[in-house]
């Protein structure tokens, strides 16, 4: 079973709702999902969290076959983008999604860097189409 490590903002009820939904339609479509706010934001060390939730998302990246971002929002969520970049730097497929319609005009559909690191679909819908269709490594 192939891995997708889910980059997305997860900081409003809303967020986080969409991205659960999310992975459980990955996961309809057999892919086993790290979910970060699910699976490295619950740590009870005050002292050290950031550096457990850090390497634990680092290692979701590593595990991983292939990066779904989430890409909405005016400007995409700077987590989001780092692990953008590092799994780029990996060489990791990244696939994003934008529901959003907003755009930056001429310039694009978001952040040059981004925009040129992923593959990008405009709904869920034609994510999971990709997806099913996809051969990966």
């Known amino acids: 079973m192939k891995t997708i490590y889910?980059?997305?903002?997860?900081?409003?009820?809303?967020?986080?709702?969409?991205?659960?939904?999310?992975?459980?339609?990955?996961?309809?479509?057999?892919?086993?999902?790290?979910?970060?706010?699910?699976?490295?934001?619950?740590?009870?060390?005050?002292?050290?969290?950031?550096?457990?939730?850090?390497n634990k998302n680092l290692a979701g990246i590593e595990k991983s076959d292939l990066i779904v971002a989430v890409l909405d929002g005016v400007d995409v969520d700077s987590g989001t983008a780092w692990e953008i970049g590092y799994a780029c730097a990996k060489g990791k497929p990244i696939i994003g999604l934008r529901t959003d319609f907003r755009t930056l005009g001429i310039e694009g559909t978001v952040n040059l860097m981004i925009e040129r690191s992923v593959i990008m679909f405009m709904s869920v819908s034609e994510l999971l189409n990709h997806l099913m269709s996809m051969e990966i490594p």
């Open 6 to 54: 889910l980059a997305a903002p997860l900081f409003s009820e809303a967020e986080c709702d969409f991205n659960r939904k999310l992975k459980s339609e990955l996961q309809s479509i057999g892919f086993k999902v790290f979910l970060p706010q699910e699976d490295s934001n619950n740590v009870h060390d005050r002292v050290d969290r950031q550096k457990i939730i850090f």
